[in-house]
């Protein structure tokens, strides 16, 4: 924060930029040499890779707080700045997206249908997707965040699969119902402070009446809490990942629904910290519900996207009750596991998709006996459910120790039902993968042949990932934290 | 007789019959012509009270000769698009254009 | 890492500890379609494991108990640290693993011959010895969680392993889930122990427990809490029926699963942290009713299945059960003991069942004895010192250690305990020698056909018997039959050895981040239980109990003219309860069923699409229909439209004029 100027290499913009002249290319090249267009994307989205990992390598967490300032005034008349900064808790999400992205542009290498376009989409989601994450000016913030939900509605609408209309109509409406709480609660709280600036530091010091946080924050949190999918706003997500094509979904369930939970995080709690300790009952009940509701309610889909779908409900809930209880420990699981999560379902949704592509359908009866035909696709499936019931070794168990220390100390029914909830986890996650993997042969699938190692390049980055990050938890917990304590003692 | 009052009443009757015209004719030609009377109503108020209330500056008949120039751009985009929609239609009567419909 | 190389003692434990892990990763990765390479890898590095864990017990004999430790990561006050704890009962328990996961692969070699998942297999087996190796010298409760769960995991895939077959995948399915219920009151134990006591040390949970350092309310909480745990993965009461199930996997899988390890490491646990357990007389208690219950049941079980696995699986969990009597009457040696020796016997029992299923192609006792399982000689030898020991007849292990067990029993205020561990000895004794004299002196003797054609093939068959397959099953087999036949007499040895560790008086010393030794003594008495030397008359009901019940299995399975049906087949009301586990799996399958899947699933299935997703649709019904209720303005009519513009001026001007 002391740095008020641009100082050194703008590193943010450049990673901004590296999605921004990716989709400026793209659109210059003809849309025939669908080749070239792919390898300009990936190119691109390495280039974004790379400068993450060199950004989370090089952020200092000892001294911690905001670094890599970019600051430049925009808009004197209104405030507005172009204002990009890093800090823990948006470091794990632009490693997060940076990788989501280079996976899904590979797992996308065999699209044929309208390459061009589909490319360009992406990489104006992700854009905006980095866009909120390093902007800590809110209004670039909004106008980041809306930039990202705005392919979603063609990306569906096109490249879709099961009910593409409904789908991407659905999450269309869903996420602009968010940002229609989410604008008037930024207004207002740019209003309340004079009128002058939308720096997210400046608005922080200036502080807040308690009514006026107790109402912007129940506005953001319900803004962002629809794009969160928290419980009851979440049936948009099971019904949108359907409907999206593979790269979409990874993109969207992986890092999009983040968003929610960070802008939460960083609007909501930032700003309104006495009015998220208002609410804060409120998002354990939701965030408790969501977790044992999308276990139960995956229980009963046929659908393997519509079970991944609820997982990410079941999975989401945690964060929300992560973040309800204001502690270090949960805010600490709360961000490891929004960055657990997003690689995890990803995996799924990527392993998911190589077998849609292949087998052209995503309905668990028909499937069956699939780890006969294609024993490592499915071993990327089962790893991903392993992940995903918690076991350890892997990202989210701590993510999921940390949330549950947290959470039955603060809110101690909450914590215990989330609990229970793991075994529900465990049923869903298991039933899953012994009714599509177990089984003998099926002879429909006899002939397909196994994923080729190209196509399961993306996969193994997003395992290792998970198990990196779960023997060595230390490596993202000491970034995260680092953000944290100052953050929590305002609470 | 030669007052204002009967231009006025002139124009009065020349707007009405315009208004009549362009909302009962079903003919697109038709009604081109009776926007055209509806102008014509406005130009001659307008050289009414130019002669009558303020004649010095000509601002009245100015106004009457854009008034003109536009009648004769906006006849020639009406015939134009009444044209079109014939070689589609084949037929320029306006019920025939209906699609528009909520 | 310089610290790794110069001190041998860490080395030796990392070294044996993570080797399997080494070799799972380089199977999976690299020697997938080389099954000769997989297998050779895989033993090899559990042979070295098995060196590493022998040499460490010679070395640290009489050594103080040793601790290493490592920051892993913090959060706010949470420090989760990765460390070893060496003391005697993690050594011994070390050593067991080691051998008997080395004895399991060796005699899979033969066992899994040809099965086309070879490779796979000894991918699992190495997960699950090196899950297993670091639970059990784990220095911290939540180090040994997170291996527990990996043992689960390992457990899981082990079961599931022929998972074209349904209920192999439904059995591990079920021993994950099982074990997920046990481990979630396990792991909130963990949290309310972190969250009130802030350390998770096992060295510093015994000793708090023992200097009341711990209040006691949160201490039974908590440990009733953890004994979920045991429940769950020592397959106790009311949690006891996904053991039997899981007999789906191969039978070297049963034999290293349901003999050493998995199973026993509830048992392990419970032993691992006894000062702090013992600490809470409740939760004691609870779990001396609680092992009572299962071990009672499951032998009952066991007397009417004719599933040579199954048998063995009861069986587990009835000698589990003695276990968790034992340990919950505070008898420390006699239980850990009791664990030991039944390590041994059991994967002995369950191998050489192995070596007659793989023979006979049937789980089936009246089939195999009809076959002529007899005919297998050191098979059938082995088989009946296992059973002895298990029956608790002299010299063989099993005697000792239930003699341990039955003293520390009597020595209970109440003598319910010890009628119930002795109508339990006579019960073992009863369904083990049914299965000997099945198979020996089977009904209507060995088929004649059979015999034929036996003969006829019998060069074929001598070659399988003295081939490669035949002896590295049988290798093995023999040298644990050595080890129950021996074992017993370390009794006194291994009390030594073990009550060195939890029964030093003296301050125990705050751990630091190198080897520091500690010691915690016992409050509670219970340890010493073990040391009285138990009286001639307890001795003397003991070995009648055991000899009693095999006297029945004779009476009924073995004389001549026998009718070889058991007493229990008159009463077909009791039999069917037996034969159905109590109703326990009915219980649990109806409850899912009508609970969750028919109740909450489906009520929020409903709700989301109706309720939730309903709302919302109506919402944009209600839009749209609203939109189509103005709409009639835009009626396409030129005219129309005009004429509503002129009204509405004339409106206006009305308006503006009045």
């Known amino acids: ?491 | 007789m030669n007052s204002l009052t009967t231009y006025l009443i002139i124009s009065a009757l020349l707007f009405s019959l315009g208004l009549l015209g362009i909302l009962q004719r079903r003919n697109l030609i038709g009604m081109l012509i009776s926007v055209e009377l509806l102008l014509n109503a406005a130009n001659l108020n307008f050289m009414a009270y130019n002669r009558f209330v303020s004649p010095d500056p000509v601002t009245g008949q100015v106004i009457t000769l854009f008034v003109m120039g536009l009648a004769a751009a906006e006849a020639a985009i009406g015939l134009s698009i009444i044209l079109a929609l014939y070689r589609k239609m084949h037929s320029i009567n306006i019920e025939a254009a209906q699609k528009m419909k909520g | 890492m310089g610290a790794l190389f110069r001190d041998p003692v860490l080395f030796a434990t990392v070294l044996g500890t993570n080797l399997p892990f080494l070799s799972m990763a380089v199977i999976l990765l690299f020697t997938r379609s080389k099954p000769f390479v997989s297998s050779r890898i895989s033993v090899c590095s559990i042979a070295v494991s098995a060196v590493c864990a022998v040499s460490l017990l010679v070395r640290l004999f009489s050594a103080p108990a040793l601790q290493y430790q490592t920051l892993w990561f913090s959060s706010d006050k949470l420090n989760i640290t990765f460390g070893y704890y060496l003391d005697p009962l993690s050594l011994l328990m070390l050593t067991i693993v080691g051998i008997i996961a080395c004895l399991v692969q060796i005699y899979s070699l033969g066992y899994m011959a040809g099965d086309p998942g070879y490779s796979r297999y000894y991918a699992f087996q190495s997960l699950f010895a090196w899950a297993m190796m670091n639970m059990v010298i784990a220095g911290s409760m939540l180090q040994l969680f997170i291996f527990w769960e990996m043992v689960g995991l390992a457990s899981y895939f082990l079961i599931g392993f022929y998972y074209e077959k349904w209920s192999a995948s439904q059995a591990g399915k079920k021993a994950f889930v099982m074990n997920r219920v046990g481990d979630v009151g396990f792991f909130l134990g963990l949290i309310l122990l972190l969250i009130a006591f802030g350390n998770l040390g096992i060295p510093e949970l015994n000793h708090a427990a023992v200097t009341h350092g711990l209040p006691q309310g949160l201490l039974t909480v908590s440990s009733l809490l953890i004994f979920c745990g045991v429940i769950g993965k020592s397959a106790q009461f009311p949690l006891l029926t996904w053991l039997p199930d899981a007999m789906e996997g191969p039978t070297p899988v049963s034999a290293l699963l349901h003999s050493a390890t998995m199973v026993a490491a509830g048992v392990y646990m419970f032993s691992r942290i006894f000062p702090f357990f013992s600490a809470s007389p409740d939760t004691m208690a609870v779990a001396l009713a609680i092992g009572t219950v299962t071990m009672l049941l499951s032998s009952t079980m066991a007397m009417v299945t004719y599933d040579l696995k199954q048998v063995w699986a009861y069986s587990t969990v009835s000698q589990l059960g003695y276990m968790v009597m034992a340990l919950a009457s505070g008898g420390y040696v006699a239980g850990v003991f009791h664990l030991t020796t039944h390590a041994g016997f059991k994967a002995l029992l369950f191998l050489t069942s192995g070596i007659f299923i793989h023979e006979f192609h049937t789980n089936d006792m009246r089939i195999i004895g009809k076959k002529g399982g007899r005919k297998l000689k050191i098979p059938m030898v082995c088989m009946a010192i296992g059973a002895l020991a298990l029956s608790g007849v002299f010299p063989f292990s099993g005697f000792f250690s239930k003699e341990a067990i039955l003293t520390v029993l009597a020595s209970q205020p109440s003598k319910i305990w010890y009628a119930a561990g002795l109508f339990g000895a006579v019960l073992t004794a009863y369904y083990s020698f049914r299965l000997i004299f099945h198979i020996l002196l089977p009904k209507g003797g060995i088929e004649e056909a059979h015999h034929e054609e036996h003969g006829a093939s019998s060069h074929e068959h001598e070659e399988g018997h003295h081939g490669y397959i035949f002896w590295t099953m049988a290798v093995p087999v023999m040298i644990l039959a050595g080890v129950s036949l021996v074992l017993g007499f370390t009794e006194h040895t291994l009390e030594h050895f073990l009550m060195r560790s939890i029964q030093v008086p003296g301050e125990l010393v705050a751990p630091a981040a190198h080897a520091v030794s500690v010691a915690a003594h016992v409050a509670a008495g219970g340890a010493h239980h073990a040391h009285e030397a138990g009286s001639p008359l307890l001795t003397i009901l003991g070995v009648s109990a055991g000899l009693l019940g095999i006297a029945i299995a004779w009476f009924e399975y073995g004389r001549k003219g026998a009718s070889r049906n058991g007493f229990l087949s008159y009463f077909p009301a009791i039999w069917k309860l037996f034969d159905c586990r109590w109703f326990l799996d009915i219980f649990y399958r109806k409850g899912l069923d009508t609970l969750v899947y028919a109740g909450l699933t489906s009520l929020f299935t409903k709700n989301d699409r109706r309720v939730i997703d309903g709302g919302i649709d109506g919402i944009c019904v209600f839009t749209e229909g609203s939109g189509r209720l103005f709409s009639f303005l835009q009626s396409g009519m030129l005219q129309f439209n005009l004429l509503l513009m002129v009204l509405g001026a004339g409106a206006a001007v009305l308006y503006f004029v009045i």
């Open chain 1, 1 to 491: 924060m002391t740095a008020m100027n641009m100082a050194g290499f703008p590193i943010l913009t450049t990673i901004l930029m590296t999605t921004i002249v990716g989709l400026l290319v793209i659109i210059f090249i003809p849309p025939e040499k669908t080749k070239l267009i792919k390898q300009v994307s990936l190119a691109s989205a390495s280039t974004g890779l790379a400068l993450c990992l060199w950004l989370y390598h090089a952020y200092d967490f000892h001294k911690g707080g905001l670094q890599f300032v970019e600051r430049v005034l925009w808009v004197k008349s209104l405030g507005i700045y172009w204002f990009n900064g890093i800090d823990g808790i948006n470091l794990p999400m632009m490693l997060l997206t940076s990788v989501v992205l280079f996976t899904a542009v590979w797992t996308m290498w065999e699209l044929e249908n309208r390459v061009k376009e589909f490319y360009a989409l992406v990489f104006l989601l992700v854009a905006g997707v980095y866009g909120v994450f390093m902007s800590m000016d809110l209004f670039w913030i909004f106008v980041w965040y809306d930039v990202s939900l705005f392919p979603m509605y063609p990306l569906i609408a096109i490249w879709g699969g099961t009910r593409k209309e409904y789908g991407a109509m659905k999450l269309t409406l869903y996420l602009l119902a968010g940002s229609a709480f989410i604008l008037p609660a930024i207004l207002f709280l740019w209003a309340k402070a004079g009128g002058h600036t939308f720096d997210l530091f400046m608005l922080q010091k200036i502080g807040f009446s308690l009514f006026d946080q107790k109402v912007a924050f129940l506005m953001l949190y319900l803004g962002f809490g629809i794009l969160a999918a928290v419980w009851p706003f979440h049936t948009w997500s099971p019904v949108g990942h359907v409907a999206a094509p593979t790269a979409v979904s990874m993109i969207h369930a992986g890092v999009l629904m983040k968003l929610g939970a960070y802008g939460v995080l960083r609007i909501g709690m930032m700003l309104c910290p006495q009015g998220a300790v208002y609410w804060s009952h409120l998002m354990a009940l939701l965030g408790t519900i969501g977790i044992i509701y999308g276990a139960l309610v995956g229980l009963a889909q046929t659908d393997l996207k519509y079970v991944i779908g609820y997982s990410s409900v079941s999975h989401m809930g945690l964060v929300g009750l992560g973040l309800a209880t204001m502690s270090v420990n949960g805010i600490n699981g709360a961000v490891f596991q929004m960055f657990a999560h997003g690689i995890m379902t990803a995996l799924f949704f990527s392993s998911v998709g190589f077998i849609y592509d292949r087998t052209h359908t995503k309905i668990i009866p028909e499937l069956g006996g699939l780890s006969k035909t294609m024993p490592i696709a499915s071993a990327f499936f089962i790893f991903a459910a392993l992940a995903g019931i918690g076991v350890p070794l892997m990202a989210s168990f701590w993510a999921e120790l940390l949330v549950l220390t947290a959470a039955v100390k603060v809110f101690p029914v909450a914590g215990i039902l989330a609990c229970v909830g793991m075994i529900l986890s465990a049923l869903f996650m298991l039933r899953v993968v012994q009714r599509t993997f177990y089984g003998d042969k099926n002879p429909k699938w006899e002939h397909i042949p196994d994923i080729s190692r190209f196509l399961a390049v993306p996969r193994v980055v997003l395992m290792s990932c998970i198990l990196f990050f779960g023997l060595f938890p230390k490596v993202m917990l000491d970034v995260i934290q680092s953000t944290v304590i100052p953050f929590v003692t305002r609470f």
